[in-house]
């Protein structure tokens, strides 16, 4: 995949374990792109590095190397493996309660 590292089509791709080019045009995609790329996730490009040479080059190496398959998968099942909204949620009211009941 490749795209621009906007943080709801990059967490839709790591939650999928989608390696993925990323080609930011912001400093906070940048970040966001070389926490998944020290991941081997994704390739990060430099911010408004959009030459089709240089992207397509990167899609190429991101194709041919099975280790951002591999690590794109770890991440997905990281974030499988993370709690729900819903069970932080109830976790901080029993942490909240508890604290109450003292």
């Known amino acids: 995949m490749v795209h621009h590292g906007d943080p709801d089509i990059t967490f839709a791709a790591a939650a999928r374990g989608t390696p993925a080019v990323i080609v930011p045009s912001t400093p906070e995609q940048q970040q966001l792109a070389e926490r998944l790329a020290a991941a081997w996730a994704c390739i990060a490009l430099p911010v408004w590095e959009q030459d089709p040479a240089v992207i397509t080059a990167a899609l190429g190496r991101l194709l041919s190397d099975a280790r951002f398959a591999v690590a794109a998968s770890r991440v997905r ?6 709690p729900t909204a819903e069970e932080v949620a109830r976790r901080l009211i029993d942490t909240v309660s508890w604290g109450r009941d003292r």
């Open 77 to 82: 099942d990281e974030i499988a493996a993370m």
